[in-house]
């Protein structure tokens, strides 16, 4: 049962981080609109090497990107790729509303801020931005920023000068 969360959390932080990345790496700017414009050649490399990732680029290439048309995109394409496919939907609702999962996420979302300009200078595929990002979790200040967030939230330790 455990390994079956572990292999849940690590197919929907995947799919959560894969999403980030194509904002990041495809996003233009057409006017005041944000719009996925990713090459054809790219999908197909996708397909090849990410099978359980490249339908969301496709489903969201050539798309207006906004907060919530990406939320929306990435919620259906979780439910569709992997409800009942490989998991139960209480499966996939116990890892999207675990601590694991949080963490998971916000110590990506930390790595990609603090790293953005190095990300930015070269285009790296997914698979390069998850090896860099697994790299820093081994990490002394990886380690630090994982067992902050994973340590419990006491507000009543918190002193106020």
């Known amino acids: 049962m455990a390994d079956q969360f572990k292999q849940a959390l690590k197919d929907i932080t995947d799919i959560c981080k894969f999403e980030h990345w194509l904002r990041f790496t495809y996003m233009t700017k057409e006017g005041e609109e944000h719009k996925l414009s990713i090459p054809e050649s790219d999908i197909a490399e996708m397909k090849r090497d990410l099978p359980l990732l490249a339908g969301l680029a496709e489903d969201m290439n050539n798309e ?3 907060p919530d048309t990406s939320q929306q995109k990435l919620i259906a394409y979780i439910q569709n790729r992997l409800d009942g496919d490989r998991y139960d939907i209480t499966r996939i609702l116990s890892v999207l509303n675990s601590k694991s999962f949080q963490v998971e996420m916000q110590a990506f979302h930390m790595w990609v801020e603090a790293h953005e300009d ?10 390069q931005w998850m090896q860099l990002f697994e790299a820093w979790k081994r990490t002394g200040k990886g380690q630090d920023v994982l067992q902050t967030l994973s340590s419990p939230q006491d507000d009543s330790s918190q002193t106020t000068h």
Do not use: A, D, K, Y
Request: charged letters at 10%.
């Open 118 to 127: 190095q990300l930015e200078t070269s285009l790296m595929n997914f698979t």
């Open 64 to 66: 207006i990107m906004t």
